[in-house]
């Protein structure tokens, strides 16, 4: 069972820095998409930040571009967001997601993710 734990969120002020991990208990070897994606009530979910394994390719929406970086510490089997310049509108839980199946590439569509942590609130105000 794939096991996925999110720290790092909280409560922060327009403009300011947070960073996310998530441990995750995949197969550092193995080739999956690992992804931040975050969710606010009444509205879909939105992959800000997604990683392929293999090549460390990345994909960002919009809205994270210039902003956010995703990385992966394959010793540790970490998952790092860092988040700057925060808005308000970037307010969401986020959840650190993996998708384990032959996806071959970094992957936007949020079905391709089959695994999910237990999400981590982030506010900006």
């Known amino acids: 069972q794939v096991q996925l734990v999110e720290s790092g969120g909280g409560s922060v002020q327009t403009g300011g820095s947070l960073r996310l991990s998530c441990a995750t208990s995949?197969?550092?070897?193995?080739?999956?998409?690992l992804g931040w994606i975050r969710q606010v009530p009444g509205k879909e979910r939105e992959g800000v930040a997604l990683?392929?394994?293999?090549?460390?390719?990345?994909y960002y929406s919009n809205s994270a571009k210039g902003r956010f970086t995703i990385s992966l510490d394959a010793a540790k089997n970490t998952l790092y967001l860092q988040m700057n310049s925060l808005k308000p509108e970037d307010t969401a839980v986020y959840y650190c997601?993996?998708?384990?199946?032959?996806?071959?590439?970094?992957?936007?569509?949020?079905?391709?993710?089959?695994?999910w942590g237990q999400g981590t609130q982030v506010t900006v105000s």
């Open positions: 990683l392929w394994t293999p090549d460390h390719s990345t």
């Open positions: 997601a993996a998708g384990t199946g032959p996806l071959g590439r970094v992957r936007r569509a949020i079905y391709e993710y089959n695994y």
């Open positions: 995949l197969n550092p070897d193995s080739r999956y998409c």
